[in-house]
């Protein structure tokens, strides 16, 4: 009785400790229904769309009775650095296509860059982010995060979060908008351009949620896990169980080796992952024959996350972040 009682001990405090990965991971549902959206009828993939993002939505919004001030606070920070590489991203798509072809899809991409942008601003005046302080401050909500001197207050800081959090959402609907509407509604799978500006920035949204939850190491090893995860997945529905597999899945099989030494070791394993993410990038060398886009997408799969896993091993856990599911 107490093997299993001990064990059933673990596994609860796996799942509590799991909780923030396993809710973290909607954004998979929503890359896998754009993924196989030619293969669905066009109103079953709005409506699965509908309720994955409606899920979180309810969530966030709706039952802030589940949710600590601390969820909350991570949540909202996590999204303001998504909104943040959304931002840059459009804008280097935006300037990339006038220098190169001269021409773009201007209301495509003016709407996606402008409306996501409209509600960030409109909570901040509503909230009066720079109240007492000028127009300056109101404006200088745009750039929070990316002007190291634009210092803000507590409550300012909560203000901007909360403006990016609404914005992320705005962007990720509208992206799924333009991607069901523009291409797989006509039959077309998107480019790689449309999956970089979906992916990337719930990338590093996954990753940072991360990494405030759990603290640096323990942070470092979930995002590694779960690229691991995804990609060992990735490769088994590829290829099946065959030479091939086991082929591509070498890189990853060290990389979960690591992860593992990481528990006794931190900084030993971050100086090695450090190194196999230099090495990814001359093991799958043939990204060079991707465009820019489908090789920044690639660049954030693979070796940046193995590269801020291999980082943030160096970094002691901050106290403040570092003391959940304990």
């Not at 109103?43 to 949710?67: C, D, H, N, S």
């Not at 920070?77 to 006038?98: G, K």
């Not at 077309?188 to 979906?198: A, G, Q, R, S, V």
């Amino acid at each position: 009785m107490s093997f299993y009682a001990n064990n059933s001990k673990k596994i609860l405090l796996f799942l509590k400790k799991a909780h923030p990965v396993l809710k973290s991971l909607w954004f998979l549902l929503l890359v896998l229904l754009v993924m196989i959206g030619r293969g669905l009828p066009f109103p079953w993939l709005v409506a699965l769309a509908f309720i994955t993002i409606g899920i979180p939505l309810m969530r966030e919004f709706l039952i802030k009775k589940a949710l600590d001030e601390r969820q909350i606070q991570i949540g909202h920070h996590s999204s303001h650095f998504a909104y943040l590489t959304y931002t840059l991203l459009l804008l280097f798509i935006i300037i990339r296509e006038l220098i190169i072809n001269g021409q773009i899809e201007i209301l495509t991409f003016t709407v996606l860059l402008i409306v996501p942008l409209i509600f960030k601003m409109t909570l901040g005046l509503i909230q009066k982010y720079g109240a007492g302080k000028g127009l300056r401050h109101n404006l200088l909500l745009l750039l929070r995060g990316l002007i190291p001197f634009n210092k803000a207050d507590e409550r300012q800081d909560a203000i901007g979060n909360l403006s990016s959090h609404i914005a992320f959402y705005v962007f990720v609907i509208l992206t799924l908008i333009f991607i069901f509407i523009q291409v797989i509604k006509k039959g077309e799978n998107p480019t790689n351009l449309w999956y970089m500006l979906l992916i990337v920035p719930l990338l590093i949204k996954l990753f940072t949620s991360f990494l405030m939850t759990y603290g640096t190491i323990t942070g470092a090893r979930f995002i590694g896990f779960t690229i691991v995860g995804i990609f060992f997945l990735f490769i088994l529905l590829s290829h099946g169980i065959s030479l091939g597999t086991v082929m591509e899945s070498i890189p990853f099989v060290i990389v979960f080796i690591f992860l593992l030494l990481a528990g006794k070791y931190p900084r030993p394993a971050g100086t090695l992952l450090i190194l196999v993410a230099v090495a990814l990038t001359i093991f799958f060398r043939s990204w060079r024959n991707m465009d820019i886009f489908g090789r920044i997408l690639m660049f954030a799969l693979i070796p940046i996350p193995v590269l801020i896993c291999g980082a943030a091993l160096f970094f002691p856990d901050n106290p403040k972040f570092s003391n959940q599911g304990e």
